[in-house]
């Protein structure tokens, strides 16, 4: 299951499991055999299936659930194959298993939900039985190969949803801070809608559901690990920063790696975390380990996420100084 052999670039700081990392955080992986409370699996990770371990798990207890679930495509995770369904079986096969969430959430709870161009219709079709739809948040995500017979698919979407009209969000703690090209002043010659700093203009904007600032882990970010389809930091953080209050518990039932579970408790938020796979379950434990030393979040900085690139550049500008 170890990565230690595995050779890499001096430069690449992808995070992989060593045999010391399997046996010092294989005991902290915990396995439901009966039902629990909230106590049992607060700040936890779950190595188990999901159809299994949600009978066990206690009513009402999440505040911000996250799911990432397969797209609809042929997909290896690790052990686990997912094979592409018919858009009907698809649409069943979410159902199925996000019926028996509905009774884990809070009456205020919000839910965001991962899709893609082709099963974001499917993920509508559920959601929309349960929750109320709120909006449909569209992403860049940059990564990804050309096609000669078709646009290059550079998108995805996340469903916000919440279980009533009372909830709670925040948009204030998710503004953008953009740089400036055309600085305008009013009539005193004064700013308007823009600040100047030393080391440039610059507008805190209103959040939108189309998120261009993000990043996609690559080889050279310390949160990058092997996992296929991995979500950047800065993304979860906009989710649970807009949707949560400090000590809220985030639940992601598909967690991979961890990253929601990551960013929870660098932001202090309870969380619990599902996942399948061992090898990915155990690099959740990892992040969540190095993250008791480090809370930083690419892209986000002094309560403000950063447009793309925009934060190193300032960071770049004052070493030079």
Known sequence: MNSETKKFAPLNRTMTLSSDDEKKFAQDLLHLKKRT????????IINQDLFEAINFLPDKFVDLLFLDPPYNLNKKFSQTNFRKKSLRSYEEWLESWFEKLIPLLKPEASVYFCSDWQTSISAFNVLNKYLKVRNRITWEREKGRGSTKNWKNCHEDIWFCTMSDSYYFNADAVKIKRKVLAPYRDENKKPKDWKSEREGN???????????DLTIPFWSMPENTEHPTQKPEKLLAKIILASSREGDFVFDPFCGVGTSVVVAKKLNRKFCGIEIEKKYALLALKRLNLAEKDKSIQGYADGVFWERNTLREQINNKKSK
Not at 37 to 44: A, F, L, S
Not at 202 to 212: A, D, M, Q
């Open 37 to 44: 409370v909230v106590k049992e699996i607060e700040n936890r």
């Open 202 to 212: 610059y507008r805190l904007t209103h959040p939108s559901n189309i998120w261009t």
